[in-house]
């Protein structure tokens, strides 16, 4: 017979997990009803004492791994040893699985994987990739303009993630201007919108469309968009250059954050590049379709209809 190290009293004058037949005789002798139990493990104890039955996953076995993509800032109750072992999202849930259980171990956390982390301390995170890797093959064969080694462009440029009035650079900013694309998928046909500020409170438009020869539907137009832009402000000779956008590769490719791993990306990189040794280039991102700056659609628009002029006559 397994030797008995816990004494679980359930009714007596002492409730609770006594180490002692001695001290669980004090309790119960006498005592009417007396309900109590003796176990080798304190686990077994405990699940007597609170009714559950053990749970045979230990807190290590608990999610052993989570992606750094599924973190959030949400508040979690953390149940590290209770009825039932998880993160829960409101107190009553939580309480449901701590009162009256002896032992209970749980905190209120905010975000996911650091309420995960205080049950299982030795949970694998697994970072992200900053950029989504894809397939540059197609049965086999890699596709066109990616037989190429990557690079990260060296352009001294500026940029900004967050908006910025344009008010607040035109002391600074002599070219500002809003960029966007447009793509029409049936005919392979990409279109640029350029809308450059004045300070007087107007604007004028610019705009291109062609085919699409390099298979990038996705970035084309917002790329082509952008060169338009910077090869407008070099014709009127200006060297301080605000270029506003809401493709976060624009500017992830500008700066070298990302690497540029196709032919048509590259060559954006070194035009940037190259344009950077004359001009001060500014990006800033800017939420595309949303109420933060009107000119950003009216670049959207501009890229539409030069499909559709484009269409007319190709």
């Keep these: ?74 508040i979690y109750y953390a149940v590290k040893n ?6 829960f999202t409101t107190w009553e849930e939580c309480k449901q699985q701590i009162n009256g259980y002896s032992g209970a171990d749980y905190k209120k956390i905010q975000g996911k994987i650091a309420a ?20 540059h093959k197609k049965d086999g064969i890699t596709k066109k303009g990616y037989d190429v080694k990557a690079i990260r462009s060296k352009a001294d440029v500026k940029c900004s993630k967050t908006f910025i009035d344009p008010k607040e650079l035109y002391c600074e900013y002599e070219f500002i201007a809003f960029v966007d694309g447009s793509y029409d998928k049936d005919t ?14 107007s604007y004028n438009t610019y705009s291109k469309a062609g085919h699409d020869e390099w298979d990038q539907w996705n970035i084309v137009g917002e790329l082509e968009a952008t060169k338009l832009a910077i090869s407008k402000a070099k014709e009127l000779g200006t060297k301080d250059v605000a270029i506003y956008h809401d493709l976060k590769n624009i500017a992830l490719w500008a700066s070298g954050e990302w690497q540029a791993k196709n032919k048509y990306t590259q060559e954006y990189v070194r035009f940037v590049e190259e344009a950077s040794k004359e001009m001060n280039i500014y990006f800033i991102k800017v939420k595309g379709h949303s109420d933060e700056c009107i000119y950003n659609d009216l670049a959207d628009e501009a890229a539409k209809n030069a499909i559709k002029e484009y269409g007319k006559y190709n």
């Design 1 to 74: 017979m397994a030797k008995k190290n816990f004494y679980a009293v359930k009714v007596g004058r002492r409730i609770g997990i006594l180490k002692t037949w001695e001290e669980c005789l004090e309790s119960v002798s006498a005592y009417p009803n007396a309900k109590y139990k003796g176990f080798s493990t304190r686990e077994e104890a405990e699940a007597y004492l609170n009714d559950t039955k053990i749970e045979t996953k230990q807190n290590s076995e608990f999610i052993k791994s989570i992606n750094e993509s599924e973190d959030d800032n949400k």
């Design 188 to 201: 392979k046909t990409y279109g640029a919108g350029v809308v450059v500020l004045d300070k007087n409170g």
């Design 116 to 135: 995960l982390r205080y049950i299982n301390p030795n949970i694998v995170i697994k970072k992200k990739i900053s950029e989504k890797k894809r397939s």
């Design 82 to 87: 209770g009825r039932k072992i998880g993160l």
